[in-house]
């Protein structure tokens, strides 16, 4: 048996903040053994960062960890800076969620790469350098000696991902904990990375610590799992044991969280409702006075797209495919070219004014739940302030009882609604956003990525409620999401987009289970490679 | 269903309750409310109750310094009665206090005449002069006149004017000078920073390359000139110092109106067919607002700090009204015989935008989005 | 970066063209004339001094003459202190504004940097509230109330310095000046120093650099201020272009012969050919000093390019 690297006991973690004192981590214990991954899995808030945080003495000034963190049988909690520095980044190093914030812009990447080497191997720049570009090509840069004089700027996320990981791995590490390190990242860049540490545990051999929400990746990489809730480990096991039969239930509850189901297409005679024929949208940058003729951009490059009523078109592909871009270009909050007919009516050359009627039939829920409602409103102003356009004439009354059944029809407590929006969670304020869209009583409902910021288990009410109104309200959705699971279970029809263009399309089945184009492959192979249910 | 909606629905905390609860917790800030609030009062009420007018000169107490007890002191009576003597032309032999009432017996070499009393009372420390006692000859004669009690707390200007009225009454200046200036900034800064960021476009572009061009003349040419066109006079001062300082806020405001636009629940708003109106009422001035009144508390110090430095370059409030800059340019020009005339206007206006700053850093604590 | 120094002169010229023209034109619109002050002025001498002027030219005439002039480097004689051209008081007055105006910038960056950086690593602790309270009383304050309560202390009281004038540049001389021109902007500096260097060592990139158990200077001096310079450098341009062209407050209290003074006296007495003189120094000082801000930044910020 390999022997116990890190072991924690009765780790604390206490905040002390404006409003009182919060215990993040209540009493954990957990060790990892050398060359073991072991996975903390949680939903937010679970403080299963705070706990990673606190053994490497990471926390902010305002926390204060307390209990028994041994590497090797040194205690790190309260070790002084100057032995702690000997362990943190030598023996122990840690990766971030925030790809584009964790490097230093205003150094090269070899510079911050040679840095750690000189200071805990003590080498010379030369020797610090060789081995700098030895770690750049273990993590798969291309052009390693060329790069090193690259600013972060000049690289995408999955790459600074992957500086980020060489600079942790260039001391030999004993152990190497990643918090949530392919969260920020598109699908296919995720299923690199994943690889790729995958591949560099094995070769190296040391310890791995996963900080993750996402059981898929907790299931393709982790020996061990630690569930985290409200600050405590609720259950740990053997991984494939802890998935086939998980004892608590809230380990069944995050098992479950994964939407289920099939959204049966709507009959052929359904009507065509929102039909767009080769939309456009192009973006003009720079130009100007002195700099000459301005670049186009297309961001949507004629796309086609055809909903029924009752119908959900799911809308897949990574940042920047220009599919929130064609969706916004359909409702004509963006100026477009192309034909987009309506009901049986050509609305791409309205005009403000004579488009405002209509959008009682077009709505939208917008991704992020704290940004898309106004703070100083309360939920029922919020719900509201559509009917203030569209139905001017109901009194004050009224429309305080439509914003209570509005409450209603998405499950929340219409006593809440004189309340404001930072006074809910994330996943009540994602229903007052979709109350505030069918309070309406729409026909189309655009949803860009409605879920992406809510924890899984909150997600599934929200697919499900979306659902139960689609089919009350026989509405149609235009589904916008990178979450293909998610889009799986919502839609009935799905549109695979990259740069602007529709790559592949067709029924959920066709498209995930046989795609065609070698994009849609990929995504599809990043996706769900390591699902079983998937 | 309806039974749901007839009940009461709890209230919730808005965030302006939330702001004004952490900023009642904030000890500095809420004590400089107090204080700024003591200070407008004293400052408003305080001259009808000092014991003088501010423009009232006592020609024999020039300089004199703050003292908690009356004036005259004994060795200026004597210096008064000395003085007013002398210029009666008549020898003083000698005088008395008995009771707040003073004997003087003067002599002279022709017979006195009686309208001599009025030499003394012609001095600001006696009254109701009147002759006692004459001698039949006329040579001698004893006077009876009244002490005029006084007090100056503060001391007197170089004038001989009661340095505490006139220090409450430059507060009157400075502080309504501070709140309308302030105001006449907020105004045309909000208006303009508004109207460009919500427009946007080449309109913003414009209006912005004219707020740089006036940004990139010479602040103190800009202030001078405003001065001389407006003449100097004091209702026009505060156009004048409000015209200059709106440009930080256009700026500012114009920041925030932009980066509001780009918020989801704007979108949101325009994706629900409400009016340009709608949105600017509903969504974009209140989410102004707390920057625009932290804004505010900051400006107000200065402008009164540039209408002192405006007036104490003489350019500002004239004679006799006051401002605190005003009083502390003479104080300056006093020291080092008469400190005083330096230390409590100094005093007033520091404690002042003392009390503004945390009242403003307060406020910025309480309502910035930041903390929560 | 060259080839932009050269672009950021070509478009200071525009610039400059119309700050020279609103205050030419703003200036004659106000009333009153150089002449008119001085009651009694026989009008024979009047009209005079105004031909030898150019003053009984139509204005517009007199504009493109100002404009030729200053092309050819003439900024005119001082019409309220006619033995000297402007281009003269300025030889004179600015070395000498530049210097303490340039002392009291440099002092401000050092102290003020030090005490905001030592205020951010102990934030809320004893030592930070301390730099706190120095830098709200220096920037509340007014100078025209530091200056005197110096000289009443320090000058007058304590004997240690002169109460004013400037002494050839004797270093005594320069003390007070310097130290009243410096404490508000050291307030501002420590001020702006203090927040952005929290907002630095608060950013994702410190984390990294102590999850690799970096040293402290390392990541005090080499991360988090690097990053945090970029405010104060912004702060730093204006600010420099402020302090060198002299304060009329500093000046007339410490009796400095710089060329803070010009400026308000001129205004008032219309001596057009010196407030348009100090208006273009100080115009070319800020063009100059927002040039050097640029330059820094993208010495600073690699992300920063300006071709």
């Known amino acids: 048996m390999a022997e116990t690297i890190l072991e924690l006991k009765d780790m604390r973690v206490r905040f002390s903040t404006l409003d009182g004192a919060v215990d993040a981590v209540k009493g954990v214990g957990l060790h990892v053994k050398a060359g073991e991954t072991v996975a903390i899995v949680g939903e937010s808030g679970s403080g299963k960062s705070q706990l990673m945080m606190a053994t490497m003495g990471l926390l902010a000034s305002n926390g204060q960890a307390a209990g028994v963190a041994s590497y090797r049988g040194t205690n790190l909690v309260g070790l002084p800076k100057a032995e702690l520095n000997t362990i943190r980044g030598r023996k122990i190093t840690m990766i971030f969620q925030e790809p584009m914030t964790s490097l230093d812009p205003l150094y090269t990447i070899g510079d911050q790469l040679m840095e750690p080497i000189m200071h805990h191997q003590k080498l010379g720049a030369g020797a610090a350098r060789s081995r700098a570009i030895e770690m750049l090509k273990l993590v798969h840069i291309p052009e390693a000696g060329r790069r090193m004089g690259s600013y972060p700027y000049e690289m995408s996320g999955g790459q600074r991902q992957r500086v980020m990981i060489a600079m942790a791995l260039a001391n030999d590490p004993d152990l190497l904990i990643a918090d949530e390190p392919t969260t920020a990242l598109d699908v296919t860049i995720q299923a690199e990375i994943l690889e790729l540490m995958a591949g560099l545990q094995q070769r190296l051999g040391m310890g791995m610590v996963f900080i993750t929400h996402d059981l898929n990746i907790v299931k393709r990489i982790a020996h061990r799992v630690y569930v985290m809730r409200y600050g405590e480990v609720v259950e740990e096991g053997e991984t494939a044991a802890l998935f086939a039969h998980p004892r608590h239930p809230y380990t069944r509850a995050l098992l479950e969280a994964e939407p289920t189901g099939r959204k049966a297409p709507p009959p052929a005679t359904a009507p065509r409702i929102l039909d767009g024929t080769g939309v456009t949208v192009s973006f003009k940058i720079g130009g100007g006075f002195l700099s000459g003729p301005p670049i186009v951009l297309k961001a949507v490059d004629r796309v086609s797209v055809s909903l029924r009523q009752g119908q959900t078109i799911g809308v897949v592909g990574e940042s920047g495919s220009g599919k929130s871009t064609l969706a916004r270009a359909l409702l004509r909050l963006l100026p477009s070219e192309g034909a987009i007919r309506f009901d049986g009516r050509d609305i791409a050359r309205l005009d403000k004014e004579a488009m405002r009627p209509l959008r009682k039939e077009l709505q939208i829920v917008l991704q992020d739940p704290f940004g898309s409602l106004s703070p100083r409103m309360t939920a029922g102003q919020i719900v509201t302030e559509g009917l203030l356009v569209h139905e001017p004439s109901i009194s004050r009354r009224d429309r305080d009882l439509r914003a209570a059944r509005a409450f209603e029809e998405v499950q929340l407590d219409p006593l809440l609604r004189n309340r404001y929006p930072h006074e809910f969670s994330g996943g009540q304020r994602q229903r007052i956003a979709i109350a505030r869209a069918i309070i309406l009583k729409p026909k189309v409902v655009v949803l860009d990525e409605p879920t992406s910021a809510l924890d899984r288990q909150v997600q599934k009410q929200i697919i499900e409620l979306l659902r139960d109104l689609q089919s009350a309200n026989n509405l149609s959705y235009l589904f916008i999401s990178h979450d293909l699971a998610v889009v799986r279970a919502m839609a009935d029809h799905i549109m695979v987009m990259k740069n602007g263009v529709v790559v592949e399309q067709g029924s959920p089945d066709d498209v995930m289970d046989h795609p065609q184009d070698p994009y849609t492959q990929r995504l599809m192979k990043a996706a769900f490679v390591n699902t079983a249910n998937g | 269903m309806t039974d749901v909606a007839q009940h009461p629905a709890q209230q919730g905390r808005s965030l302006w309750a939330d702001a004004w609860g952490r900023l009642r917790a904030n000890r500095a800030a809420m004590i400089s409310i107090y204080y700024l609030i003591f200070m407008a009062v004293i400052c408003i009420a305080g001259p009808w109750f000092t014991p003088h007018a501010f423009n009232t000169i006592y020609q024999d107490y020039n300089r004199v310094p703050p003292s908690l007890s009356a004036y005259p002191k004994p060795e200026m009576i004597d210096q008064a009665v000395k003085d007013a003597v002398k210029r009666a032309r008549v020898e003083l032999d000698g005088w008395k206090e008995e009771g707040g009432k003073i004997l003087i017996t003067v002599s002279s070499a022709k017979p006195i005449d009686e309208r001599m009393t009025r030499y003394i009372d012609r001095s600001s420390v006696f009254e109701n002069a009147a002759v006692v006692d004459k001698p039949a000859d006329g040579l001698r004669m004893t006077l009876g006149a009244d002490i005029e009690r006084q007090h100056f707390f503060f001391g007197t200007d170089t004038s001989g004017r009661d340095l505490l009225t006139r220090t409450l009454i430059a507060g009157r200046v400075s502080l309504s000078i501070g709140l309308l200036a302030g105001l006449v900034a907020v105004v045309i800064g909000v208006l303009y920073g508004a109207t460009a960021g919500f427009i946007g476009g080449k309109t913003d572009e414009v209006m912005m390359r004219i707020v740089d061009v006036l940004y990139s003349l010479p602040f103190i040419f800009f202030v001078i000139m405003l001065v001389v066109f407006f003449g100097r006079n004091f209702v026009l001062m505060f156009l004048a110092v409000g015209a200059v300082l709106w440009l930080d806020m256009a700026r500012i405001v114009r920041g925030q109106a932009l980066s509001i636009r780009r918020q989801e629940y704007v979108q949101a708003a325009e994706a629900l067919g409400v009016t340009r109106t709608g949105i600017l009422l509903r969504h974009i001035v209140p989410n102004l607002l707390g920057p625009v009144v932290i804004y505010m508390t900051l400006l107000v110090p200065q402008v009164i700090i540039l209408e002192s430095f405006l007036s104490y370059l003489g350019l500002g409030v004239q004679e006799p009204m006051s401002s605190w800059g005003v009083l502390i340019s003479q104080g300056a020009k006093n020291i080092p015989s008469a400190n005083w005339l330096l230390f409590f206007p100094s005093f007033f206006l520091t404690s002042t935008l003392f009390a503004l700053n945390f009242v403003g850093d307060g406020l910025r604590d309480a309502l910035d989005p930041k903390d929560r | ?307």
């Not at chain 3, 004893?126 to 007014?142: C, E, F, L, N, R």
């Not at chain 3, 310095?161 to 130290?179: E, M, R, S, T």
Request: positive net charge; glycine residues 8%.
């Open chain 3, 1 to 307: 970066m060259l080839r932009y120094i050269l672009k950021r002169f070509l478009t200071a010229v525009p610039t400059l063209f119309v700050i020279v023209t609103i205050s030419f034109f703003l200036m004659r619109v106000a009333p009153g004339g150089p002449f008119n002050q001085e009651k009694g002025l026989n009008p024979v001498i009047k009209a005079n001094l105004e031909r030898v002027y150019h003053l009984d030219q139509p204005l517009w005439k007199q504009y493109l003459l100002y404009l030729w002039n200053l092309l050819h480097g003439d900024f005119g004689p001082s019409y309220n202190l006619p033995d000297f051209t402007v281009a003269e008081l300025f030889a004179q007055g600015l070395p000498v504004s530049m210097q303490l105006g340039g002392s009291a910038l440099v002092l401000a960056l050092l102290i003020g940097g030090c005490l905001g950086i030592i205020a951010a690593l102990y934030q809320n602790h004893t030592a930070d509230y301390a730099v706190i309270a120095t830098a709200t009383a220096g920037s509340t304050i007014p100078t025209f109330v530091i200056a005197p309560l110096f000289q009443l202390f320090f000058a007058l009281t304590l004997k240690w310095f002169p109460v004013g004038g400037w002494g050839d540049g004797a270093f005594i001389n320069k003390v007070g000046p310097v130290l009243t021109l410096m404490l508000p902007q050291l307030a501002v500096v420590a001020r702006l120093m203090r927040g952005s260097m929290i907002e630095s060592l608060r950013s994702h990139h410190i984390r990294t650099a102590r999850a690799l158990g970096l040293s402290d200077y390392a990541i005090i001096i080499r991360h988090a201020l690097r990053g945090a310079l970029l405010p104060i450098i912004s702060y730093g341009g204006p600010a420099a272009a402020a302090l060198v062209t002299g304060s009329i407050i500093v000046e007339t209290i410490f009796s400095i012969p710089g060329v803070g003074r010009y400026f308000v006296e001129a205004a008032l007495n219309r001596d057009y050919t010196l407030v348009m003189g100090t208006v273009v120094v100080i115009a070319i000082f800020t063009i100059l000093f927002n040039l050097i801000v640029d330059v820094l930044y993208a010495v600073v910020d690699p992300r920063v390019r300006y071709d």
